[in-house]
């Protein structure tokens, strides 16, 4: 069985700062690793995935996740945050084996202007 | 290309009246179909998942159902609607096993009054 953990339920940066949302997960075999992300009233889009290769996922708009083994984590960064990143971000991990996806709590992103 | 359609985007509905949210996908066969519930300020809860006709997995005990008469056709009931049902809830398809990236539709936004 899987899960994921996402800390901070908000977070606020400033246009142009650093964006850093951690995700740590669990899961008894190697897993694969998601970020989605939400606007408002609307469906989850995938940001990025990990699955197997490189650790270094990059993704849309700017984003990108590691994977690191040793610390069960797949954080989220982006170098600098721009206006239309504010969303909520989900984790989330999946098992080689299974059908199910299972989501983090979310974190929600406001960016100041 | 492949799409996915979920219907009624918005529903307002009184305690102990009935529930049908319908999913369907376009442009793919034999998906794995899944519904999500997102309450206010939570993360995404699975609520059943399905990998061909018929084949239903529930994943939280409730007064909810799904079904799936069609291969690419999802559909989520409740015989009487509680208050504890309101939420976004989610349709979203996928192929294969876990490492594949799930694709959401709009969402409903149910509000049991």
């Known amino acids: 069985a899987q899960s994921v953990t996402q800390l901070g339920s908000h977070v606020s940066v400033s246009e142009g700062a650093l964006v850093l949302l951690r995700c740590n997960y669990s899961s008894s075999v190697p897993p694969y690793l998601f970020w989605y992300v939400q606007y408002p009233n609307q469906g989850l889009q995938l940001l990025l995935k990990?699955?197997?290769?490189?650790?270094l996922v990059k993704g849309i708009n700017g984003f990108e996740a590691e994977f690191k083994k040793s610390e069960t984590s797949f954080h989220l960064t982006k170098p600098s945050a721009h206006m239309s990143d504010a969303a909520e971000y989900f984790c989330?991990?999946?098992?080689?084996?299974?059908?199910?996806?299972?989501f983090g709590a979310g974190t929600t992103v406001t960016v100041r202007a | 290309s492949q799409t996915i359609h979920q219907w009624p985007a918005t529903l307002v509905q009184p305690v102990g009246s009935p529930l049908s949210l319908e999913c369907t996908v376009e442009?793919?066969?034999?998906?794995?179909l899944y519904w999500y519930r997102q309450a206010a300020g939570r993360g995404l809860q699975l609520l059943f998942y399905?990998?061909?006709?018929?084949?239903i997995s529930s994943e939280v005990p409730q007064n909810l159902s799904a079904s799936r008469p069609q291969d690419r056709q999802f559909i989520l009931s409740s015989k009487k609607l509680l208050l504890s049902d309101s939420g976004f809830y989610l349709c979203?398809?996928?192929?294969?096993?876990?490492?594949?990236?799930?694709?959401f539709g709009q969402g409903t936004r149910l509000t049991v009054v």
């Open positions: 990990y699955t197997t290769g490189a650790t």
């Open positions: 979203a398809w996928s192929v294969g096993l876990g490492d594949t990236e799930a694709f």
């Open positions: 399905s990998v061909g006709i018929g084949q």
């Open positions: 989330a991990v999946s098992d080689q084996d299974d059908y199910k996806l299972s």
């Open positions: 442009g793919t066969s034999n998906p794995n």
